[in-house]
């Protein structure tokens, strides 16, 4: 995050922001798509616990961010399932 407040997520960010994609969208300039790239991330990183945010914060991208987050939450066990629905109706 910087000191400057680029890391503030602005009211007109565009759903394109959120698309995960690595490379950068046709017809922006590589400063535009940094930029994109930022606001997407700290949008993620806002809605993070401090716990959650211990886990990703040496990723630098958002596609990395998302990575993490999938790596870390997305498991497909049957356990982890079971756990899941013990602790819905709990």
């Known amino acids: 995050m910087t000191e400057d407040g680029?890391?503030?997520v602005s009211a007109t960010t565009s759903s394109q922001d959120l698309?995960?994609?690595s490379?950068?969208?046709a017809?922006?300039?590589y400063e535009d798509w940094e930029k994109m790239d930022l606001k997407a991330a700290s949008t993620?990183?806002?809605?993070?616990?401090?716990?959650?945010?211990y886990n990703v914060i040496n990723e630098e991208t958002t596609t990395g961010l998302?990575?993490?987050?999938?790596?870390?939450?997305?498991?497909?066990s049957?356990?982890?399932?079971l756990y899941l629905k013990k602790?819905?109706?709990v």
Request: aromatic share 12%; net charge neutral.
């Open 19 to 21: 698309t995960g994609k």
């Open 66 to 76: 998302w990575s993490r987050l999938e790596t870390l939450y997305m498991i497909k």
């Open 23 to 25: 490379t950068k969208l």
């Open 44 to 53: 993620i990183q806002l809605c993070l616990t401090d716990e959650v945010m």
């Open 87 to 89: 602790q819905l109706y």
């Open 27 to 29: 017809g922006t300039s």
């Open 6 to 8: 680029e890391d503030v």
């Open 78 to 81: 049957l356990f982890y399932k």
